[in-house]
Protein backbone atom coordinates (compact mmCIF):
# COMPACT_ATOMS: atom_id res chain seq x y z
CA UNK A 1 0.00 0.00 0.00
CA UNK A 2 1.52 3.30 -1.22
CA UNK A 3 -0.62 5.86 0.86
CA UNK A 4 -1.78 5.15 4.89
CA UNK A 5 -0.36 3.32 7.81
CA UNK A 6 0.85 -0.81 7.27
CA UNK A 7 1.70 -2.88 10.38
CA UNK A 8 3.28 -5.67 8.47
CA UNK A 9 4.02 -8.84 11.32
CA UNK A 10 4.57 -6.23 14.13
CA UNK A 11 5.59 -8.11 17.58
CA UNK A 12 5.58 -6.57 20.61
CA UNK A 13 7.50 -8.73 22.88
CA UNK A 14 8.11 -8.15 27.22
CA UNK A 15 10.72 -10.37 28.78
CA UNK A 16 11.33 -12.58 25.69
CA UNK A 17 7.41 -13.25 25.60
CA UNK A 18 4.94 -11.65 22.44
CA UNK A 19 2.69 -9.98 24.03
CA UNK A 20 0.68 -8.51 21.12
CA UNK A 21 0.79 -9.16 17.49
CA UNK A 22 -0.37 -7.48 14.46
CA UNK A 23 -0.68 -7.29 10.72
CA UNK A 24 -2.88 -4.92 9.07
CA UNK A 25 -3.10 -1.96 6.81
CA UNK A 26 -5.21 1.22 7.30
CA UNK A 27 -5.95 3.28 4.20
CA UNK A 28 -6.04 6.76 4.06
CA UNK A 29 -9.74 7.59 5.60
CA UNK A 30 -10.24 4.81 7.30
CA UNK A 31 -10.67 3.79 10.76
CA UNK A 32 -9.01 0.43 12.61
CA UNK A 33 -10.60 0.18 15.94
CA UNK A 34 -8.25 -2.20 18.21
CA UNK A 35 -10.20 -3.41 21.26
CA UNK A 36 -8.76 -6.37 24.05
CA UNK A 37 -8.73 -6.84 27.50
CA UNK A 38 -6.91 -4.43 29.70
CA UNK A 39 -2.90 -5.51 29.87
CA UNK A 40 -3.07 -6.85 26.16
CA UNK A 41 -0.87 -4.27 25.40
CA UNK A 42 -2.75 -2.03 23.15
CA UNK A 43 -1.02 1.30 24.43
CA UNK A 44 2.32 -0.35 23.86
CA UNK A 45 1.77 -0.72 20.50
CA UNK A 46 0.68 2.93 19.90
CA UNK A 47 4.32 3.28 21.72
CA UNK A 48 5.79 1.39 18.94
CA UNK A 49 4.30 3.29 16.22
CA UNK A 50 5.16 6.45 17.59
CA UNK A 51 8.49 5.23 18.50
CA UNK A 52 8.44 6.07 22.04
CA UNK A 53 8.47 2.47 22.72
CA UNK A 54 9.75 2.29 26.62
CA UNK A 55 13.37 -0.36 26.76
CA UNK A 56 11.33 -2.75 28.69
CA UNK A 57 9.91 -4.08 25.55
CA UNK A 58 11.69 -5.36 22.45
CA UNK A 59 9.47 -5.30 19.11
CA UNK A 60 9.84 -6.87 15.54
CA UNK A 61 8.48 -6.42 12.16
CA UNK A 62 7.98 -2.89 10.14
CA UNK A 63 5.91 0.49 10.30
CA UNK A 64 5.12 2.12 7.30
CA UNK A 65 3.48 5.22 6.47
CA UNK A 66 2.90 6.58 3.59
CA UNK A 67 5.15 4.19 1.30
CA UNK A 68 8.24 4.77 3.61
CA UNK A 69 9.84 2.27 6.70
CA UNK A 70 9.33 4.22 9.35
CA UNK A 71 10.41 1.50 11.94
CA UNK A 72 13.74 3.14 12.65
CA UNK A 73 12.86 6.70 12.44
CA UNK A 74 13.24 9.13 15.29
CA UNK A 75 10.08 9.94 16.86
CA UNK A 76 9.80 13.27 15.89
CA UNK A 77 10.44 12.75 12.28
CA UNK A 78 7.45 9.88 12.19
CA UNK A 79 4.62 12.54 11.30
CA UNK A 80 2.23 9.98 13.68
CA UNK A 81 0.33 12.61 15.54
CA UNK A 82 -1.42 10.88 19.41
CA UNK A 83 -4.31 11.77 21.37
CA UNK A 84 -4.75 10.32 24.82
CA UNK A 85 -7.73 10.15 27.27
CA UNK A 86 -6.01 12.99 28.78
CA UNK A 87 -6.08 16.31 26.39
CA UNK A 88 -2.24 17.44 27.98
CA UNK A 89 -2.28 20.33 27.50
CA UNK A 90 -0.25 22.60 29.20
CA UNK A 91 -1.27 24.25 32.04
CA UNK A 92 1.25 26.83 31.71
CA UNK A 93 0.12 28.22 28.81
CA UNK A 94 -2.68 29.98 27.16
CA UNK A 95 -4.84 28.33 24.34
CA UNK A 96 -2.58 29.84 21.64
CA UNK A 97 0.72 28.88 22.84
CA UNK A 98 -0.22 25.20 23.19
CA UNK A 99 -1.70 25.37 19.57
CA UNK A 100 2.16 26.83 18.59
CA UNK A 101 3.48 24.25 20.17
CA UNK A 102 1.90 21.76 17.40
CA UNK A 103 3.20 24.11 14.80
CA UNK A 104 6.38 23.01 12.73
CA UNK A 105 8.95 25.58 13.27
CA UNK A 106 9.82 28.43 11.16
CA UNK A 107 7.54 30.48 9.16
CA UNK A 108 6.29 34.17 9.84
CA UNK A 109 5.66 35.08 12.98
CA UNK A 110 2.06 36.48 11.48
CA UNK A 111 1.49 33.31 8.82
CA UNK A 112 1.56 30.66 12.62
CA UNK A 113 -0.82 33.15 13.95
CA UNK A 114 -3.17 32.70 11.33
CA UNK A 115 -3.04 29.36 11.25
CA UNK A 116 -3.90 29.36 15.18
CA UNK A 117 -6.48 31.85 14.60
CA UNK A 118 -7.94 29.48 11.63
CA UNK A 119 -7.14 26.05 13.86
CA UNK A 120 -9.81 27.52 16.58
CA UNK A 121 -12.22 28.55 13.99
CA UNK A 122 -12.45 25.16 12.41
CA UNK A 123 -13.68 23.72 15.54
CA UNK A 124 -15.96 26.82 16.73
CA UNK A 125 -13.21 28.48 19.24
CA UNK A 126 -12.59 31.41 17.71
CA UNK A 127 -11.12 34.40 20.04
CA UNK A 128 -9.66 31.52 22.33
CA UNK A 129 -6.05 31.80 21.85
CA UNK A 130 -5.39 34.46 25.22
CA UNK A 131 -7.89 31.91 27.18
CA UNK A 132 -6.40 30.26 30.16
CA UNK A 133 -6.76 25.95 29.30
CA UNK A 134 -8.17 25.66 33.30
CA UNK A 135 -11.09 28.03 32.14
CA UNK A 136 -12.43 25.42 29.19
CA UNK A 137 -15.07 22.95 29.16
CA UNK A 138 -13.39 19.12 28.59
CA UNK A 139 -15.14 19.30 25.49
CA UNK A 140 -13.21 22.17 23.84
CA UNK A 141 -10.16 21.41 25.64
CA UNK A 142 -10.48 18.31 23.58
CA UNK A 143 -10.97 20.50 20.11
CA UNK A 144 -8.10 22.28 21.60
CA UNK A 145 -5.96 19.13 21.90
CA UNK A 146 -7.21 17.70 18.63
CA UNK A 147 -6.32 21.15 16.46
CA UNK A 148 -2.74 21.20 18.43
CA UNK A 149 -1.95 17.45 16.90
CA UNK A 150 -3.30 18.35 13.28
CA UNK A 151 -1.11 21.45 12.98
CA UNK A 152 1.74 19.19 13.48
CA UNK A 153 0.52 18.16 10.11
CA UNK A 154 0.76 14.17 10.94
CA UNK A 155 0.40 11.60 8.48
CA UNK A 156 -1.43 8.96 10.76
CA UNK A 157 -3.36 9.72 13.76
CA UNK A 158 -3.35 7.27 16.55
CA UNK A 159 -6.12 7.77 19.31
CA UNK A 160 -5.97 6.40 22.65
CA UNK A 161 -8.91 5.93 24.60
CA UNK A 162 -9.57 9.33 23.44
CA UNK A 163 -12.57 9.78 24.74
CA UNK A 164 -13.27 8.27 27.76
CA UNK A 165 -13.43 10.92 30.18
CA UNK A 166 -16.30 12.36 28.40
CA UNK A 167 -20.03 12.42 29.25
CA UNK A 168 -21.95 10.52 26.39
CA UNK A 169 -23.45 13.78 24.49
CA UNK A 170 -19.89 14.90 24.43
CA UNK A 171 -18.23 11.83 23.57
CA UNK A 172 -20.37 11.37 20.56
CA UNK A 173 -19.79 15.17 19.60
CA UNK A 174 -15.94 15.08 20.35
CA UNK A 175 -16.05 12.14 18.36
CA UNK A 176 -17.75 12.80 15.45
CA UNK A 177 -15.39 15.93 15.11
CA UNK A 178 -11.84 13.97 15.49
CA UNK A 179 -13.35 11.68 12.36
CA UNK A 180 -14.65 14.40 10.58
CA UNK A 181 -11.06 15.89 10.78
CA UNK A 182 -9.11 13.00 10.04
CA UNK A 183 -11.47 12.22 6.68
CA UNK A 184 -11.30 15.42 5.01
CA UNK A 185 -7.68 15.58 6.23
CA UNK A 186 -7.28 11.81 4.37
CA UNK A 187 -4.92 10.61 7.41
CA UNK A 188 -5.27 6.99 8.44
CA UNK A 189 -6.67 6.37 11.94
CA UNK A 190 -5.22 3.58 14.46
CA UNK A 191 -7.89 3.86 17.77
CA UNK A 192 -7.71 1.74 20.68
CA UNK A 193 -10.66 1.50 22.97
CA UNK A 194 -12.56 -0.23 25.64
CA UNK A 195 -16.05 1.29 24.50
CA UNK A 196 -17.81 -0.60 21.58
CA UNK A 197 -19.62 2.77 20.99
CA UNK A 198 -16.57 3.78 19.99
CA UNK A 199 -15.74 1.63 17.86
CA UNK A 200 -19.37 1.60 15.82
CA UNK A 201 -18.85 5.12 15.52
CA UNK A 202 -15.54 4.57 13.69
CA UNK A 203 -17.27 2.34 11.19
CA UNK A 204 -13.88 0.74 10.07
CA UNK A 205 -12.79 -2.79 10.89
CA UNK A 206 -12.54 -4.16 14.38
CA UNK A 207 -9.53 -6.03 16.08
CA UNK A 208 -10.30 -7.97 19.17
CA UNK A 209 -7.06 -8.75 20.52
CA UNK A 210 -6.44 -11.81 22.78
CA UNK A 211 -9.04 -13.66 20.46
CA UNK A 212 -6.62 -14.49 18.00
CA UNK A 213 -8.65 -12.65 15.55
CA UNK A 214 -6.00 -10.41 14.86
CA UNK A 215 -5.72 -10.51 10.88
N1 LIG B 1 7.11 0.63 31.05
C1 LIG B 1 6.70 -0.61 31.28
N2 LIG B 1 7.55 -1.55 31.76
C2 LIG B 1 7.17 -2.80 31.97
N3 LIG B 1 5.92 -3.26 31.75
C3 LIG B 1 5.02 -2.39 31.28
C4 LIG B 1 5.36 -1.02 31.03
N4 LIG B 1 4.24 -0.40 30.56
C5 LIG B 1 3.27 -1.33 30.55
N5 LIG B 1 3.72 -2.52 30.98
C6 LIG B 1 2.98 -3.80 31.03
O1 LIG B 1 2.88 -4.26 29.70
C7 LIG B 1 1.58 -4.82 29.46
C8 LIG B 1 0.86 -4.06 28.37
O2 LIG B 1 0.51 -2.75 28.85
P1 LIG B 1 -0.37 -1.74 27.97
O3 LIG B 1 -0.48 -0.47 28.74
O4 LIG B 1 0.18 -1.68 26.59
O5 LIG B 1 -1.77 -2.51 27.94
P2 LIG B 1 -3.17 -1.98 27.39
O6 LIG B 1 -3.73 -3.10 26.57
O7 LIG B 1 -3.01 -0.67 26.72
O8 LIG B 1 -3.98 -1.85 28.74
P3 LIG B 1 -5.18 -0.82 29.14
O9 LIG B 1 -6.34 -1.23 28.29
O10 LIG B 1 -5.40 -1.10 30.59
O11 LIG B 1 -4.70 0.56 28.86
C9 LIG B 1 0.88 -4.80 30.81
O12 LIG B 1 1.10 -6.04 31.41
C10 LIG B 1 1.58 -3.69 31.57
O13 LIG B 1 1.53 -3.93 32.95
Redesign the pocket.
Known sequence: MDKGLSLRDVT?F?DQSP??RLHHDVAPGAVLTIM????????????FITGNL?S??TASGAVWLDGHDITHAAAHQRRVGILFQDDLLFPHLSVGENLAFGLRPGGARSDRQARIDAALAEVGLDGFARRDPATLSGGQKARVALMRMLLSEPCALLL??PFSRLDAALRAQVREMVFDRARSRALPVLM?T?DAEDAQAAGGAIIT?GDETDR
Open positions: VKLIGPSGVGKSTLLASDFDEVHL
